[in-house]
Nanobody
């Protein structure tokens, strides 16, 4: 059974950058599509970006051109490079399979964009 641990969040000013990491306890190569999700209070968790085992990527409209998802199957790790951050990107960020597997959810990592 895979478990994910997200890290790399923090407080950043608008226009700044962060790189999130998602370390898996198991072999993520078995997961065909990995996804990064985010959630703000009182809203549903939304898919931000996804990447297939072969590296094909897809992005939500609000982050396209600013975020880059990647995965290293040899390290069982996925990443989310976030550039030109805005206050609207403030959320708790999670990784999971896409579609998500309920028992894979980790604690997430908080990203706060504020001046």
């Amino acid at each position: 059974q895979v478990q994910f641990v997200e890290s790399g969040g923090g407080l950043v000013q608008p226009g700044g950058s962060l790189t999130l990491s998602c370390a898996a306890s198991g072999n993520i190569f078995s997961i065909g599509v990995m996804g990064w999700y985010r959630q703000v209070p009182e809203k549903q968790r939304e898919l931000v970006a996804s990447i297939t085992r072969g590296g094909r990527v897809n992005y939500g409209g609000s982050v396209k051109g600013r975020f880059t998802i990647s995965r290293d199957n040899t390290k069982n790790t996925a990443y989310l490079q976030m550039n030109n951050l805005t206050p609207e990107d403030t959320a708790v960020y999670y990784c999971n399979s896409n579609p998500p597997t309920p028992y894979y959810w980790g604690q997430g990592t908080q990203v706060t964009v504020s001046s």
